[in-house]
T-cell receptor
């Protein structure tokens, strides 16, 4: 079974600075998808970024980018120019390409942004 | 703006009550999901509907009864709940359960309190 590990329960960053959220996963599969979701106090889970394992190029989405290290099974999220609105809980998630596969979430990390 | 709409936003019910949670999406997605989320924890999958048919039931107690009347609507009927069922209930949709790379789109959730 796949597992997703987010070892840091909380992090803090100064506004306008850069922060990196770590995520590792365990799988025996070669093809899969990785996601970062953000959940602010408003409660809605919002997709931040998606990475396809067969693509070596790291995904980017405006101020958000990932460092995908397939051999190390690592999928960290970098937030540049942090804004107050980035304060939220962030979940790393894994999904196999197998039929009926489920989204496996990490425990999440709470990010606070200091003004 | 959320593309997945959940009602009500908050619900307080007694252990003998019967209530329903509703979810609606108009993105043409053919997969819909119910998740349960406790505070500061990742969402836990409850049910998956694919093309209006129940495809996954994660051994959820029968006091939770899902229903998918059509491709845009998903209900969760609640009866004889326990206080430990108090949680945030999230609805999500995705393009198709066979498209593993298709991200889930979540609603804002219903905060349920069982007294």
């Amino acid at each position: 079974a796949q597992t997703v590990t987010q070892s840091q329960p909380e992090m803090s960053v100064q506004e306008a600075e850069t922060v990196t959220l770590s995520c590792t996963y365990d799988t025996s599969e070669s093809d899969y998808y990785l996601f970062w979701y953000k959940q602010p106090p408003s409660r809605q889970m919002i997709l931040v970024i998606r990475q396809e394992a067969y693509k070596q190029q790291n995904a980017t989405e405006n101020r958000f980018s990932v460092n995908f290290q397939k051999a190390a099974k690592s999928f960290s999220l970098k937030i540049s120019d942090s804004q107050l609105g980035d304060a939220a809980m962030y979940f790393c998630a894994y999904r196999s390409t197998a039929a009926n596969s489920k989204l496996t979430f990490g425990k999440g990390i709470t990010l606070s942004v200091r003004p | 703006d959320t593309e997945v709409t959940q009602t009500p936003k908050h619900l307080v019910m007694g252990m003998t009550n019967k209530k329903s949670l509703k979810c609606e999406q108009h993105m043409g997605h053919r997969a819909m999901y119910w998740y349960k989320q406790k505070a500061k924890k990742p969402p836990e999958l409850m049910f998956v509907y694919s093309y209006e048919k129940l495809s996954i039931n994660e051994s959820v107690p029968s006091r939770f009864s899902p229903e998918c009347p059509n491709s845009s609507l998903l209900n969760l009927h609640l009866h004889a709940l326990q206080p430990e069922d108090s949680a945030l209930y999230l609805c999500a949709s995705s393009q198709d359960v066979t498209v593993m790379g298709s991200p889930l789109h979540f609603g804002n959730g219903t905060r349920l309190t069982v007294t």
